[in-house]
């Protein structure tokens, strides 16, 4: 099978595997082996074109040509290599993870939610292999679309209003402000190719660079920049599995992966160097962190708690793309990678207390640690993965955003890292300590919860060990950040 | 001055039908006397049609011996066509009349607008 | 030569059908008759269009007199287009109607029901075909005054002062339309279009002219439903037979941009509508029209008024790009004339089949009918995501043209607004999808099966031509690029 066919297969196969889990519905163990055979499928698809990318092919196809001169396809660059093996394995591990907490938690429309989340999934691999910023915008926009019944799951009036506010913002700030900075980009360039140095310099006036950036870092509403952010706590009424496979890893990664392409691939980091169309942007990204820090601090339910950790973390990234030098490049694009096993574990984590203990607020949760150790040791480990400590992977990322702030001599920015990180502490570490080591909040022991379904605890396993071991072996994630950032 | 201004009297006329056809229209509730204000209002159209077509000292447009300057038959044609689509829309219009006086019991717009508004 | 047959042939036929079809016995035959005849026109208009697409140009003389003294059909890549969309979308319409009007007109009337379509579909299509403004006019009057027995034949009372507003309405228009043919007329000597546009050349000044050119922008906006012209609109959708709030929906407001089309480019130039304040007048009314009745459909309790304001919106855009002026503004209004018909069409249909099943179409009868009638709620669903502009659908390209020419002439502010009418139609497309799928059914509304399968299949395969027209744009952007050329509109320069 050639390359190409690989990759239209490794898009359009989720798709083809939502249609078979709805034809199956009636069928669960049917269904669910289709999800697993499909994410598995996809998974070795993925790995393959890695192996062929790092051998030096060159790996694109087109599919469609809507516009005179635009077309729809796709193209295998170090960036979306990342971002597709992030998506694709960790799709493998939430199906593992979901499905024992699905049938726990006896939830409705399951048929649904397997076929929505294959669909979504597809979309995320069309956004991680778009091959120009045409395509990108078009797998931006179906996955918003794709992900709004997931997020409308519960269908009552609560998930009502959060999905309306999701959609709100995303398609609010994705057709006014980031189609217009595309059509703007046309306009300007005469095209959307992704092409390493960028498209604009030379073509664009830089006095005009800073307002088109700023349209674009705001129009990339899934990267939860504030205050284009709601939409993310708003999210979390979705079932725990969509808000850890799709906010703490798909869409929000979509985000920023658009991000670092339109830095790296539209503007090219000379031209923002020299144009200096990032630097109020900085602070929106800064400001972003320490508050979003701040404010998770103050949450007591624990998926909110996460929700505005992970905007905060987001902004790291975004703050690596805007600082736009190699080493901040290769932290941020390594932070989808390490954000994103950390930040899925967590979330598994409180799905798992959610199913297990029907406890949803951190000041409930206290001595559950001791019913519940090995979710909590999880926990544990990928906080630490998240504050940045060695030996997890989140510290390599941390570690590059960090020197990054140096070289370009933003030590403000670098003070707002390190103290993002001791809120870090603050507000993730509570959670499992008191979780050993407090009392219950009723003062009973917990001696009728026990630990979380089997297919939830292996899930949860896996990707914290995934946190640990990245610190060992980055690869392939550094390698590929590496080429991304420094092909620039 | 004077003599060219009477001299086009027949334009005068139009313009006059057609305000009073078209105020017809606008200010009157009843919903005969609006299709009888669309019909004035059309009939001001035909005469200015009718008066672009004359040719001074033609005839009418009928081949006769010893006539060589005959007035635009086209016009006249343009008419007849716009007479009966006036017609139609007259015919049209008069017969929703009737449906409508069935449906509400009155032909007057604002007793059907109170009626429309009370369900 | 037998092309030109075919370009007649497009109009005799549905005349013809017409009485043939009132003296049918009432029953399925002459729906059966109207099939035959609309997918008979569908195939006339494709061969037609296929003809035209390069450049060419068919012209018919009537009764073999001459132009400018006969009437001629001249058939150029626009007029095709516009064939193609009106004849594509009765052909699309009969098969819905089947059992959509079973249900809504009364049995004895069915036989004068479908001769009436079969004489609005001549209407549209002679006003499309012709190259005479008096022919147009007869043409636009037939259609008129046939949609207006249309849309009386709704079932509710209102039905019938919906049809007698617009007949008063649409009355005035055309006779405006009258005034300023007249005027030209006088001015110039002739009917013929392309006559009549190098006569106008050297008197383009005289205030007659001037005159009658405004009587006719007023007369054709008051059948295009231009804002503020568009009262007529709402009333005449909502209470129309389902079907016929398709059909007209999607047809006769485009025919009408297409008159204007023809009037100011053809007729007039494109260098007048830019000397003039005519392009500001455009603009001007576009952008009230797309905000204000945007706005104005986000407050709409009923799900027809809704759309209905929704296509005075949609309207408006194409009256931007008109005022724009310039090759890619035209272009993208031709795009958007077609892509909206589709778009409407869709749109119109689901929330007809809902009607089908529940009788009204009041937002709060609709509560949770998405659930009950998936395959109905995912139409609508798709071709709502058209109407935004999400990528993938027709309606992203024609949106991406018009920002596009507004961007070209450095017009920010159009541009906004534009972009600002897709944000606000999100918002009233998703208030009818939150109704539709999250709000539980009203007791009657549990017992509702899906729709059935003749009224589904029409619609989806609209929502395959929105989907197909948005990824493969061949046809659309072709054809629209060949018609701008011909009206001789020049590509933007400073």
Known sequence: MSDQQLLLLAVFLPFAGAIGMLLCGRWPNLRESITLLTAAAVCSIVFTLYNHLSDGAQIAVNIAEPLPGLVIGFDVEPLGMLFALVASVLWLITSIYSIGY?????????????????????????????????????????????????????????????????????????????????????????????????????????AWAGLLFALFIFGIGKAAVMPFHRWLPAAMVAPTPVSALLHAVAVVKAGVFTVLKVTIYIFGTDFITRSGASDWLIWF?????????????????????????????????????????????????????????????????AGAILVAANKSNISEMGGLGRAMPITFTAFLVASLSIIGLPPFGGMWSKWYLGMGAVETGQFLLLTVLLVSSLLNIVYLLPVPVRGFFGQSSDGKTYTQIKEAPVSCLFAMMLTSLACLLLFFYPDPFYALAFDAAGGS | MIDIIISHYNYWVVIMLMMAGFYTVISRGNLIKKITGINIFQTSVFLMYISIGYVSEGTPPIIAEGFTKYSNPLPHVMILTAIVVGVSTTALGLALVVRIKEAYGTIEEDEIHDQDMSL | ????????????????????????PNGRLPWLLVLVVTWLCLALASWQLSVVSDGDIISYELGGWAPPWGIEYRIDAMNAFVALMVSGIAAITVPYALRSVEKEIPRQQISLFYSAFLLCLVGLLGVAQTGDVFNLFVFLEISSLSSYILIAMGRERRALTAAYQYL??????????????????????????????QRLEPIIDHRTVHTGFAFIIVGIALKLALFPLHLWVPNAYKYAPSAISVFLAATATKVAVYIML??????????????????????????????????????????????????????????????????????????????????????????????????????????????????????????GLSLIGVPGTAGFISKWYLVLAALEQQSWFIALVIILGSLLSVVYLWKVVEVLWFYPATESGLSVKEAPVSLLVPMWALIFANIYFGINTELTVNVADTAVKLLGIPPYHE
């Open chain 1, 285 to 349: 990204a800064g400001g972003t962190i320490l508050l979003a820090s701040i404010i998770a601090m103050t949450q007591d339910n624990l998926k909110l708690r996460l929700a505005y950790s992970t905007i905060s973390q987001l902004s790291y990234i975004v703050l690596g793309a805007l600082l736009a030098t190699h080493t901040s490049l290769l932290g941020g694009a390594l932070h989808i990678s390490m954000h994103a096993f950390a930040k899925i574990t967590l979330f598994f984590a």
């Open chain 3, 1 to 24: 030569m037998i092309e030109q047959n075919f370009s007649l042939l497009l109009v005799v036929i549905p005349l013809i059908a017409a009485p043939v079809v009132a003296m049918l």
């Open chain 3, 262 to 383: 023809r009037m100011v480019f053809t007729v007039f130039s494109s260098d007048f509508v830019r000397t003039t304040p005519t392009h500001l007048i455009f603009l001007m009314l576009g952008i009230f029209g797309v905000v204000f009745a945007s706005i104005i459909a986000i407050f709409q309790t009923d799900a027809k008024r809704l759309l209905a304001y929704s296509s005075v919106a949609q309207v408006s855009y194409m009256v931007l790009g008109m005022g724009l002026a310039s090759a890619l503004g035209v272009t993208a209004t031709l795009i958007h004339m077609f892509n909206h018909a589709l778009m409407k069409g869709a749109l119109f249909m689901a929330i007809g089949a809902m009607v089908y099943r529940v009788g009204i179409s009041r937002l709060e009868e609709l509560n949770g009918l998405g659930r009950q009638m998936p395959w109905t709620f995912a139409a609508f669903f798709i071709a």
């Open chain 1, 102 to 206: 699905m049938r726990e938690h006896h939830e409705q429309n399951q048929t649904r939610f397997y076929a929505m989340f294959a669909i979504a999934i597809g979309c995320t691999l069309g956004v991680a292999f778009a091959g120009n910023l045409l395509s990108l915008f078009l797998w931006y926009e179906i996955l918003t679309i794709a992900t709004y019944p997931l997020v409308a799951h519960a269908g009552t009036d609560e998930a009502r209003r959060g999905a309306r506010t999701y959609i709100g913002i995303l398609l609010g700030t994705s057709i006014g402000l980031q189609l217009l900075a595309i059509l703007i980009t046309y306009t300007v360039t005469g095209t959307l190719d992704f092409r390493e140095g960028g498209i604009l310099a030379g073509k664009l006036d830089p």
């Open chain 3, 168 to 197: 008063v309405m649409g009355t005035i228009g055309a006779t405006f339309l009258l005034i300023g043919i007249g005027l030209l007329y006088a001015e110039t000597g002739t009917l013929n279009m392309l006559d009549l546009h």
